[in-house]
T-cell receptor
Framework: AQSVTQLDSHVSVSEGTPVLLRCNYSSSYSPSLFWYVQHPNKGLQLLLKYTSAATLVKGINGFEAEFKKSETSFHLTKPSAHMSDAAEYFCVVSDRNQAGTALIFGKGTTLSVSS | NAGVTQTPKFQVLKTGQSMTLQCAQDMNHNSMYWYRQDPGMGLRLIYYSASEGTTDKGEVPNGYNVSRLNKREFSLRLESAAPSQTSVYFC???????????????FGSGTRLTVV
């Protein structure tokens, strides 16, 4: 069965500094991996996805993530944080070859950005 | 605009009351899902429907029922609401490509339910 662990429940950075949100996954098959973002009192927005193409995935708003099979990790990074990046971020896994299998969400990481 | 539409956006129920949350998508997706979101818990799957005519339990199905009315619509019913069902509920739909690759979900805007 697949699972995902977000290693930090809360990350605080200053505006203009790098962002690192850590995620480890467990999957029986070749996984699809995603990062979603949720701003306060808003719905969920897809940031980026890995589906077995390039291991370095670029998403929206300058975010990117690298799939590392040997480390079972899919960490989210951004070179320079912006105030508007403050939100909750979810790492998500789905087993491939399992059509209809639902996405499994991590518990989330709250990103705070100070000026 | 194409997407997933949930109704209602807000609801307050008394313990023991019943209600149905509605969800419709216009992207011709085969799969639809209901999640609940609680603080510090992420999103947990309640039920899903891989295709029209099928439904399956997720991680937290107790106290809920679902109906996949047609390809577009997937409703969630609370037969006898309890305070523990106070949560934000999200409906989502998705499509699968070659070899079952999941291309990600499109989420509705959520229903904030309070049971008193």
């Amino acid at each position: 069965a697949q699972s995902v662990t977000q290693l930090d429940s809360h990350v605080s950075v200053s505006e203009g500094t790098p962002v690192l949100l850590r995620c480890n996954y467990s999957s029986s098959y070749s996984p699809s991996l995603f990062w979603y973002v949720q701003h306060p009192n808003k719905g969920l927005q897809l940031l980026l996805k890995y589906t077995s193409a390039a291991t370095l995935v670029k998403g929206i708003n300058g975010f990117e993530a690298e799939f590392k099979k040997s480390e079972t990790s899919f960490h989210l990074t951004k070179p320079s944080a912006h105030m508007s990046d403050a939100a909750e971020y979810f790492c998500v896994v789905s087993d491939r070859n399992q059509a209809g299998t639902a996405l499994i969400f991590g518990k989330g990481t709250t990103l705070s950005v100070s000026s | 605009n194409a997407g997933v539409t949930q109704t209602p956006k807000f609801q307050v129920l008394k313990t023991g009351q019943s209600m149905t949350l509605q969800c419709a998508q216009d992207m011709n997706h085969n799969s639809m899902y209901w999640y609940r979101q609680d603080p510090g818990m992420g999103l947990r799957l309640i039920y899903y429907s891989a295709s029209e005519g099928t439904t399956d339990k997720g991680e937290v199905p107790n106290g809920y029922n679902v109906s996949r009315l047609n390809k577009r619509e997937f409703s969630l019913r609370l037969e006898s609401a309890a305070p523990s069902q106070t949560s934000v509920y999200f409906c989502a739909s998705s499509e699968f490509g070659w070899a079952g690759t999941n291309y990600g979900y499109t989420f509705g805007s959520g229903t904030r339910l309070t049971v008193v």
